[in-house]
């Protein structure tokens, strides 16, 4: 079974500053895929990065990356230049092979502000 | 990035009726679409798998009778909530995979009065 962590409740943040979002997870299957959404309070699922367990880079989406470690099976999502409208809830996901379904972590709500 | 539709986005109805909620794929072709509900400031909780063709494959602890699930087409997948109870209120939201993403509806928030 797999098992996504997101430690911190809430976040912080000055506008034009950097950000990370912790994740950690827990899976048995040698292949899987971490995702990070952004749910607004409209409550749609906004896709926002995608690392998949045997890429050799950390994912990067503008200004959005993934510190992506393995061996400490940690997904840290990194905002940079941290606008007003990110402030959003943030989960971390993860899917096994053959995206049989997505778990996801308990999320983050980032407050940016002025 | 793929569509997917979800309709209707808000919905209240009277405790006893039943309400069904349904969710597209518009550019694309899904096999598998996926059921979840968010309570507030909670996060989103798979409801069950809805595959194409075949019964949905539920969650543990989620009652098959009382959310019918019905994959009759590869881009259409519906729940039903069959005499709705103010305690199923809550946020549904589906999803289809497509390759290595996995694209949202944008919700239904359902109000049980």
């Known amino acids: 079974a797999q098992k996504i962590t997101q430690t911190q409740p809430g976040m912080f943040v000055q506008e034009k500053e950097a950000v990370t979002l912790d994740c950690t997870y827990d899976?048995?299957?040698?292949?899987?895929?971490l995702f990070w959404y952004k749910q607004p309070s409209s409550g749609e699922m906004i896709f926002l990065i995608y690392?998949?367990?045997?890429?050799?880079q950390n994912a990067t989406e503008g200004r959005y990356s993934l510190n992506f470690q393995k061996a400490r099976k940690s997904a840290n999502l990194v905002i940079s230049a941290s606008q007003l409208g990110d402030s959003a809830m943030y989960f971390c996901?993860?899917?096994?092979?053959?995206?049989?379904?997505?778990?996801f972590g308990t999320g983050t709500r980032l407050l940016v502000s002025p | 990035g793929a569509v997917v539709s979800q309709h209707p986005s808000w919905v209240i109805c009277k405790s006893g009726t039943s309400v069904k909620i349904e969710c597209r794929s518009l550019?694309?072709?899904?096999?598998?679409m996926f059921w979840y509900r968010q309570f507030p400031k909670q996060s989103l909780m798979l409801m069950a798998t809805?595959?194409?063709?075949?019964?949905?494959?539920?969650e543990q602890g989620v009652e098959k009778d009382k959310f019918l699930i019905n994959h009759a087409s590869l881009t259409l997948s519906t729940l039903t909530v069959t005499s709705a109870h103010p305690e199923d209120s809550s946020f549904y939201i589906c999803s289809a995979s497509w390759g290595q993403e996995a694209f949202f509806g944008q919700g239904t928030r359902l109000t049980v009065v």
């Open positions: 690392q998949g367990s045997y890429d050799q």
């Open positions: 550019d694309f072709q899904a096999t598998t």
């Open positions: 899976t048995s299957d040698p292949s899987y895929g």
């Open positions: 809805s595959n194409e063709g075949s019964k949905a494959t539920y």
């Open positions: 996901a993860t899917t096994n092979t053959g995206f049989q379904k997505l778990v």
